[in-house]
RNA sequence: GCGGGCGUGGCGGAAUUGGUAGACGCAAGGGACUUAAAAUCCCUCGAUCUUUGAUCGUGCCGGUUCGAGCCCGGCCGCCCGCACCA
């Protein structure tokens, strides 16, 4: 008796693909398809987000390779980025050995899984064989306007001396110092993205195999909006304010003017007005969590300025400076009309300003309306307007801007929310910005010719602060351009950067020259299928479609958009425990105990929390090692695949784990000890089969017509389902005739070749102990004979007044008055009758018969 | 506040997109095998009742339809994204 040994199997066929290099590119096929998942930071450890991306991906990366695509699936290291140096301050290990080290635990890790890939192609973003392409890139960017340098407000830690992330600032202080966190302005690099966003926009139409979720996430970040710049005259003043504005149908409604606080007027004034100073450096001081500005009050300050309204040369206007009017955003100063906009209520009532409602909501009237405390922002007709008095909403907005237009004090405008991606970060482990400041000359790139800037490795960590900055040598240069004294950049990229293009790279991973070729590009690109995490929904997502139109303008590849085909997949979850004093438990350490769960060594009462995300805070996580050590990576790969969809949360659970186990140990059972019930390898299909054979014969082309379509559409929970299905068929199967034995190893063949995407391992041992001496995973996808799949007869459905009464055998595409006759022939039918003539009979051929009475 | 999604057995989830609700699995209960256990195999498994059958049942209320888990209107609940974006 052969049990099931995953470990002996596992290993086994893994060094045989290996040495048959079955998952070696091929760069000649004519039906390129490139599957993608996520690469991972080298974080140490797989996790279980980890395994059943890669499981999803590996899915559609065999099956597609079984469908005869010439499948390219690599994998790599997002290997920059800010672990690497808290490790290096923690444990005083350099990040690139840290790195390194991880990438090669993990790695190891990864090969466990039996994923089909290309490892060849492996690329660490962390190596300058990588980013001396992107340093060229950013050359080129800057050489073409996409790439600028002007200052910009950062969170600083002054006891780390660094540059904090938003995520680093947890209420106001820095996160590992619990210093209050100072904003500081510092010159840094941008990448004009914006130059894009129309495009990046309206391209997402055409991005159909995209979930509409991330698209729709995307657009509200993108956030376009039409309306208005307005130039108000400001009496006194040469300059005019600009003030964006989406309802310039409201002008008549106006009772003020806004600016930010680091609006240049502002700045301006504040020179010479000490109170309003102190108004701007309150402002400052204030966060901008969430929390804050959903409890801060509207707060303004009289500039004394005033502005003139367009429409009535005599009405002028106070303009304000006001802790609620953002500098990023339009022009950072508005015009407020507060009975159609609630901020701009909040404030004119605190201030004691006017409020004149112009748009009339549908069945009020004008002679009485008024407004309380809540604006009104819906549809309406408009008046106390003069010209756009009468018009809706829509009309008014027009012919306001035509008048402002025609008046020289406005235009129309269309504004984004998408702001400029600033990519410099004051941090070591990261690619080297390749640029030299010169006292004389200014930012001078480094010339072609001397690039790679490497990441210097002689560095140490004992003093606050980046230590490029502080190293002795390594910023000391000559300028490239007049020769003089010069330093270099010593900040690196946003590790975004790197994951914004190496989905080209894997294209062309060994070119030492270029980051890849055009003709490598066009093989490969767009990725077909890319699948990760709803996470990277927008940041990623977007700077890698910005990324490929910018190289596409450079002239580096022909493609807009990275991605044609996007899958999210959701979260790996597990229970949550805690002891009796609150800390959180493993796993591991608790025993389910019927409903109760008690500590695994003390036996004490445990608390069962609710089902989260995977996490160590929480200490509910599950180590994929360990899953694969005890049932094997075909087992996890399954677990993986069942009862959950793709796109939903999975729960993790023993018992889950267990039963993919079970079925996989049946499935080995049933096919590796069957004794003598299959027919030879090639056996003719026997001239008849006797209806049980004929049956299992008709269910096996089901199964490959059902489970070809699950995995076309990522439901691989239905496609396992089904096969389980066949399965339980396919092992009750009793008799030895010829006809029993022949479909016996038909269905056996199929079962290991459906499930060889899922469960690559067993069932290419199941391939072999079936007696073939090739490879299942050089084999082609089974394809189902169509004329299989339809049943001579159909069960139908018989209702009464919609109820199901009976249900009757038919013939296929019997006609509908045999139908009728048989489904009132019915007893149960002729009972719910209970002797009434039926008023009417409804037959849709080949689903149901309703009868009503 | 704005935008989006989802509510189906004890649990995860199926349901050919308007046509037999609950596939497949997990858990539970019963039985067989065994000295015993594990493993394995078989049976039951939405609720209620007057149990050869009937009634109810897809968050709640209503509508459209011969027929609604699916479509429409209104509620309730949960989840996610954005958030002073003018």
């Not at 930010?260 to 204030?286: G, I, Q, W, Y």
Request: with cysteine; charged share 25%; proline share 6%.
């Amino acid at each position: 008796m052969t049990r099931y040994n995953p470990s002996e199997i596992e290993s086994k066929w893994r060094g045989a693909w290996d040495a048959a290099g079955s998952f070696h590119t091929d760069e000649d096929g004519d039906k390129p398809f490139y599957v993608l998942e996520m690469f991972p930071y080298p974080s140490g450890r797989i996790h279980m987000g980890h395994v059943r991306n890669y499981t999803l991906g590996d899915v559609v990366a065999r099956f597609k390779r079984a469908q005869g695509f010439s499948v390219l699936h690599p994998m790599g290291w997002d290997a920059f980025g800010l672990p690497a140096e808290n490790a290096a301050i923690e444990n005083k290990v350099h990040p690139a050995k840290w790195t390194r080290e991880n990438i090669a635990t993990m790695r190891d890790q990864l090969k466990t899984l039996g994923l089909s890939i290309d490892w060849d192609r492996e690329v660490a973003t962390c190596e300058p064989e990588y980013y001396k392409h992107e340093q060229k890139m950013f050359l080129d960017f800057l050489r073409e306007g996409l790439a600028y340098r002007r200052e910009s407000w950062v969170n600083w830690d002054p006891v780390d001396q660094t540059v904090l992330a938003n995520e680093q600032v947890i209420d106001g202080k820095g996160w590992r110092t619990g210093a209050p966190v100072e904003k500081r302005r510092l010159s840094q690099w941008f990448l004009k993205i914006t130059a894009f966003s129309e495009e990046l926009l309206s391209a997402l139409d055409s991005l159909d195999r995209w979930p509409d979720k991330v698209r729709l996430m995307q657009r509200n970040w993108i956030g376009r909006s039409e309306g208005a710049v307005l130039r108000f005259e400001i009496p006194g003043r040469a300059e005019r304010l600009e003030c964006f504005s989406t309802r310039p149908d409201t002008l008549y409604g106006m009772s003020f003017c806004a600016i930010a606080p680091n609006h240049p007027l502002t700045e301006e004034l504040s020179k010479d007005n000490p109170a309003l100073a102190e108004f701007v450096a309150e402002c400052n001081r204030m966060g901008t969590s969430e929390e804050v500005i959903e409890t801060a009050e509207k707060k303004g300050f009289d500039t004394g300025l005033t502005v003139r309204h367009p429409f009535m040369p005599d009405r002028e206007f106070k303009v304000f400076v006001a802790n609620f009017v953002l500098m990023e955003y339009g022009t950072g100063a508005i015009f407020g009309c507060p009975a159609h906009d609630q901020r701009d209520m909040d404030f004119a009532r605190k201030y004691g300003l006017s409020v004149t409602p112009v748009v009339l909501p549908p069945g009020e009237d004008p002679a009485t309306f008024t407004l309380a405390d809540e604006a009104y922002t819906g549809e309406g007709a408009l008046f106390n307007s003069d010209f756009l008095d009468g018009m809706s909403v829509t009309d008014g907005i027009r012919a306001a801007i035509d008048r402002l237009e025609s008046l020289e004090a406005g235009t129309g405008r269309v504004t984004y929310r998408l702001r400029d991606w600033g990519v410099s970060r004051q941090r070591y482990w990261g690619c080297p910005i390749p640029i030299i400041h010169c006292l004389s000359c200014g930012a001078v790139p480094v010339p072609d010719s001397d690039l790679p800037v490497k990441l210097p490795e002689d560095v140490t960590f004992d003093k606050p602060g980046n230590p490029l900055f502080h190293h002795p040598t390594w910023k000391n240069v000559s300028c490239p351009s007049c020769g003089g004294k010069a330093e270099r950049e010593t900040d690196t990229f946003d590790t975004f950067f790197e994951s914004s293009w190496y989905f080209a790279r894997y294209a062309d991973p060994h070119n030492a020259e270029k980051g890849f070729t055009r003709e490598s590009a066009a093989r490969w690109l767009p990725v077909d299928q890319y699948i990760g995490g709803i996470e990277h929904a927008i940041l990623h997502l977007l700077y890698s479609r910005f990324f490929t139109r910018a190289l596409k303008q450079c002239g580096y590849l022909d493609v807009e958009e990275p991605f044609a085909g996007l899958f999210t997949q959701g979260m790996v979850c597990h229970e949550t425990y805690r002891d009796e004093k609150g800390a959180w438990l493993f796993p591991s350490q608790v025993r389910r105990d019927g409903d109760a769960a008690v500590h695994v060594d003390t036996g004490a009462p445990v608390t069962v929390g609710r089902s989260e995300k995977m996490s160590k805070s929480r200490k509910n996580v599950v180590d994929p090692v360990d899953i694969v050590n005890s049932y094997g990576a075909d087992t996890a790969r399954l677990f993986m695949l069942s009862d959950s969809p793709p796109d939903r949360d999975l729960e993790w659970t023993e018992s889950g784990v267990e039963g993919a186990w079970r079925f996989l140990s049946r499935v080995h059972r049933s096919i590796a000890e069957d004794d003598g019930g299959l027919a030879p390898i090639g056996t003719a299909r026997p001239g008849s089969l006797s209806d049980a054979a004929a049956e299992a014969e008709r269910l096996t082309h089901k199964t490959i017509d059902g489970v070809t379509q699950d995995l076309e559409r990522f439901h691989f929970n239905r496609a396992i389902a089904r096969i389980r299905e066949f399965s339980n068929a396919l092992f009750g199967l009793k008799g030895d005739g010829d006809d029993m034995r022949w479909v016996r190893r038909f269905g056996f063949e199929t079962l290991t070749r459906l499930m060889a995407p899922m469960t690559p391992h067993l069932s290419e041992e199941l391939w072999s102990t079936l007696g073939h001496e090739t490879m299942l995973v050089d084999e082609a996808w089974p394809v189902a004979d169509a004329t299989m799949l339809v049943e001579d007869t159909v069960t139908v459905g018989v209702q009464v007044n919609g109820k199901l009464r009976a249900t009757i055998e038919l013939p296929r595409d019997c006609d509908k008055a045999k139908a009728e006759e048989l489904a009132l022939a019915e007893e149960n039918v002729q009972r719910a009758l209970d002797g009434n003539a039926p008023k009417k009979v409804i037959v849709v051929p080949n689903r149901i018969v309703n009868i009503v009475a």
